[in-house]
Nanobody, 116 residues
Framework: QVQLVESGGGLVQPGGSLRLSCAAS????????MGWYRQAPGKQRELVAR????????NYADSVKGRFTISRDNAKNMVYLQMNSLKPEDTAVYYCCLYWGAADYWGQGTQVTVSS
């Protein structure tokens, strides 16, 4: 079955950087679009960034444009989220998502906390 495992979260000061990783298995990864979402306490889950199956197309939430970069390595079945210039409002649990036909698959999430 499809499995997604996120890593790389943690505590970082405002202005700092983190790189999230998501390892996928159980699927032909190179055919799947991928996304990163986040959910802050008391808020709905929101899209952060998406990337096409070949990595040639990306899109971002307005709140992270210019600060976050989504990328993927199809040879390693990995998708990444490079987060720079982090702000306290970026604090959330970040989830990796794999889009596969009518189904979406989710990882367990990784906590990102931006605080001084």
């Amino acid at each position: 079955q499809v499995q997604l495992v996120e890593s790389g979260g943690g505590l970082v000061q405002p202005g700092g950087s983190l790189r999230l990783s998501c390892a996928a298995s159980g699927v032909i990864f190179s055919l799947a679009r991928m996304g990163w979402y986040r959910q802050a306490p008391g808020k709905q889950r929101e899209l952060v960034a998406r990337i096409s199956s070949d990595g040639g197309s990306t899109n971002y939430a307005d709140s992270v444009k210019g600060r976050f970069t989504i990328s993927r390595d199809n040879a390693k079945n990995m998708v990444y989220l490079q987060m720079n210039s982090l702000k306290p409002e970026d604090t959330a649990v970040y989830y990796c998502c794999l889009y596969w036909g009518a189904a979406d698959y989710w990882g367990q999430g990784t906590q990102v906390t931006v605080s001084s």
